[in-house]
């Protein structure tokens, strides 16, 4: 490049920032009217009253059904919520309903409301949730945490805010319109600890989001102890992006993980994947590469160009162990088997190669679940594709159930816009507009409603290094993905959507989740 070039380069990004304004956060407006109720995703139906708020009071009891562990766990959790916060002792009991109580109550019978749905009601003197599964309740209590004044969310003890823990009269009754409300953190690329894959799924949990997808391996590195292959973590695990050390999860590590989500009701859904993408596992095992040559790490971000070899058996014995070992660590019934961006392989070696790994899956008892390249082989009726290409011609899927995650919607890893940093912009520049405003219904004409099993929105982690930075990109995308996931179609609306999302600020500065605070939302 000459100096020419560069001075015009100077030039021209100096130009850039002068049209869109200084980057700074917006000045919070204290003093505007909040929307009474701010609650995100926006529930199915919501009535607003005109009696007197609920308020929460020093006495405040939680009372449950006796007997029912869900209910008890989930209770002690808003127990804790209320008590750290507000310094009210908030005990948990069964029995009567005293005044002033708040009441979880899982009923049966109420089938209606699915296995993730709830009720809500509060008046002056009681506020009851009740649904017909623990998940329900839990999905309650997020709401029941969004109606209250942000401060919920401190640990401070604010007796100074005593009058002020307020929940207004609404009648809810509330349900997903998806199953699979995702999102997908690979921590592949860069390495994320256990501690920060946590605090991403209390993010998550918040907003009713209900599976974690995890990219455990790519070219970069491998992130799962296999016990019967040790050296897929002792030498395919130590680097990243960049060439710092990398790291892995131990298989107590990964229960671990496990454990936590199902705690706030997010399945976990492990990802290896393959036939590309691999470079990390031939770094351990250079005789399964395609061409039998050791490759060498890799630290870059380029794609496609690792294939590990389709006509070796030993290539499926390896599989076997690491499916076999992760299968039976996850509780869940999906293993991703990626899939995506093979350029070494033939077409007729990626489809029987996919073939024979479907059938691995199927007997350590998983579904498979693929990137859309998957559907150029023959799948079982059970397996799921996640569609990400968009444009993708979706006419050949087979009726398979899909998961819907067009890159220029959903992928969180994408830029907000080319002054923002971190992130990539292969398919668009996406700003939570571009997020909202879509429909999955209208994804292709081909693919019925019936078939969408939901959405899921990935974060890949080529510029991300640490959960901060995760943060930057995933709120308030995710967040605004949840909504498009959990509300019925009828009932969003972006502008309303932005006035309530913009109430959220305070409470992810407490809890210290970091975010993009775009033009686009009339921050707090
Ligand atoms: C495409 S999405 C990929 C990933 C990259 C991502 C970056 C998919 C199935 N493959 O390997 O990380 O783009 O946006």
Redesign the pocket.
């Known amino acids: 490049m000459t100096r020419y070039d560069l001075s015009r380069l100077a030039l021209l990004g100096v130009a850039t920032i002068a049209a869109c304004g200084p980057r700074t956060a917006p000045v919070p407006v204290v003093n505007r009217a909040a929307p009474r109720v701010a609650v995100v995703p926006a529930p199915v139906s919501l009535l607003v009253g005109n009696g007197a708020p609920f308020a929460l009071r020093d006495s405040v009891i939680i009372v449950i059904d006796a007997g029912n562990a869900d209910a008890a766990r989930i209770a002690n959790t808003l127990a804790t919520l209320v008590k750290v916060s507000t310094a009210f002792p908030a005990a948990v009991r069964d029995g009567a309903l005293p005044r002033g109580a708040i009441r979880l109550r899982l009923d049966a019978n109420r089938s209606d409301l699915g296995d993730e749905g709830y009720t809500l009601n509060a008046v002056a003197d009681s506020l009851v949730i009740v649904a017909r599964a623990p998940a329900g309740l839990f999905h309650g209590i997020q709401t029941l945490r969004q109606m209250l004044p942000y401060q919920i969310e401190s640990d401070m003890g604010r007796s100074d805010l005593a009058q002020s823990w307020t929940v207004p009269p609404v009648s809810i009754t509330d349900a997903p319109r998806f199953a699979w409300r995702g999102a997908m953190l690979?921590v592949a690329?860069h390495f994320f600890t256990v501690d920060e894959v946590k605090q991403y799924i209390d993010m998550l949990a918040l907003y009713k989001m209900n599976r974690l997808h995890l990219h455990l391996a790519d070219d970069q590195g491998w992130r799962i102890e296999i016990k019967s292959r040790p050296t897929l973590t002792s030498i395919g695990g130590v680097m990243q992006v960049g060439g710092a050390p990398g790291g892995f999860y131990t298989q107590d590590d990964y229960a671990e993980i496990v454990r936590y989500a199902a705690e706030r009701y997010v399945t976990i859904v492990p990802e290896i994947d393959m036939p590309a993408?691999i470079n990390a596992a031939l770094l351990a095992f250079p005789q399964l590469s395609c061409g039998k040559r050791a490759p060498a790490p890799y630290m870059g971000t380029e794609?496609g160009f690792s294939a590990i070899c389709p006509d070796s058996t030993d290539s499926y014995r390896l599989i076997d162990d690491f499916v076999r070992e992760i299968a039976a660590i996850t509780p869940g019934p999906y293993f991703h088997i990626g899939g995506?961006?093979v350029q070494a392989l033939t077409d007729q070696q990626y489809a029987s190669f996919i073939e024979r790994v479907q059938d691995i899956v199927a007997r350590h008892g998983k579904t498979m679940v693929g990137?859309d390249e998957i559907r150029h082989a023959r799948l079982l009726p059970t397996s799921v594709v996640q569609v990400?290409r968009p444009g993708q011609d979706t006419t050949s899927m087979g009726g398979a159930k899909v998961i819907l995650s067009p890159?220029n919607k959903l992928?969180v890893?994408m830029q907000y816009a080319p002054q923002t940093e971190l992130g990539?912009h292969?398919a668009a520049y996406v700003e939570p507009d571009t997020v909202y405003n879509w429909n999955p219904a209208t994804l292709s004409a081909t693919i019925k409603e019936s078939d969408i099993l939901g959405i899921e929105a990935?974060l890949?982690a080529?510029t991300i290094r640490n959960i901060t930075a995760a943060m930057f990109l995933a709120v308030p995308r995710v967040p605004t993905a949840a909504e498009v996931a959990w509300t019925p179609q009828a009932a969003r609306n972006w502008d309303d959507f932005r006035q309530r999302i913009a109430t959220h600020a305070p409470r992810w500065r407490i809890l210290g989740i970091n975010y993009y605070p775009t033009p686009q939302i009339p921050w707090y």
């Open positions: 690979d690329r993408h794609v995506d961006e990137w990400w890159a992928y890893d990539l292969w990935p890949w080529e």
